[in-house]
């Protein structure tokens, strides 16, 4: 595609769901990064995966958050039992390689109610 | 104390001013700096990419890098009403991937 693709843009779950949020990246690049946007918070770094290593999940809050990324393409974020504090704007971002300019996708608004 | 601090504002100024947008940060092995520009509900899209000290410019937007203060900035000339947006400073250091981004600053131009 022609840019980093987020759905769904919207998301409101109740309290202890769990949810998906989807990334397709722009083709080609080896890098895919998930962030956080809370109100009036910078980005916070979530999770990063580089061609076939291994990710670097660093950034997970806590161990009801984890992410795949199928065929070095598409990754899915997933929150299980979610809570309040988890609504944010999640956001994706590709490069071609660690070093080169991310591009942001527009970002999946998750409010849990 | 955060690795990178930026004042959120919000900051108000009218058309045709030159805006001045800061951070500062501790980590003093970061080496590439960047700007985000990033439009209500809308991903954060890159202005401008700075490598160690300096200056770079491109169009209205220069951007000022200084490693001795840990400090950088970004200066935007005749604003217009369209640069009414956040933006956000990032940094990373020499081999890193990880991205550390400001809390951000929210700009006003008034028409």
């Known amino acids: 595609g022609a840019g980093v693709s987020q759905s769904p843009s919207n998301k409101v779950t109740e309290k202890g769901k769990d949810v998906e949020l989807r990334c397709d990246p722009i083709?080609?690049?080896?890098?895919l990064y998930w962030y956080r946007q809370s109100l009036g918070q910078g980005l916070e770094f979530l999770i990063y995966?580089?061609?076939?290593?291994?990710?670097?999940k660093s950034g997970l809050p806590s161990d009801r958050f984890s992410a795949e990324r199928t065929g070095g393409s598409v990754s899915t974020l997933t929150i299980q039992r979610t809570q309040q504090e988890d609504s944010a704007v999640y956001l994706c971002?590709?490069?071609?390689?660690?070093?080169?300019?991310?591009?942001f996708g527009q970002g999946t608004r998750l409010t849990v109610v | 104390q955060k690795e990178v601090e930026q004042d959120p504002g919000p900051l108000s100024v009218p058309e045709g001013a030159i805006v001045s947008l800061n951070c500062t940060y501790s980590?003093?092995?970061?080496?590439?700096f960047m700007w985000y520009r990033q439009y209500s509900r809308k991903g954060p899209e890159l202005l401008m990419y700075t490598y160690s000290s300096g200056n770079k410019e491109d169009g209205r937007f220069t951007a000022q890098v200084d490693k001795s203060s840990k400090y950088i900035s970004l200066f935007i000339r005749d604003s217009q009403p369209s640069d009414s947006a956040t933006y956000l400073c990032a940094m990373r250091d020499t081999g890193g991937f990880k991205t550390i981004f400001g809390a951000g600053t929210r700009l006003f131009v008034k028409a």
């Open positions: 995966f580089q061609g076939n290593s291994a990710p670097d």
């Open positions: 971002a590709s490069s071609l390689d660690a070093y080169t300019e991310a591009f």
């Open positions: 083709s080609g690049h080896t890098a």
């Open positions: 980590n003093s092995a970061f080496q590439y």
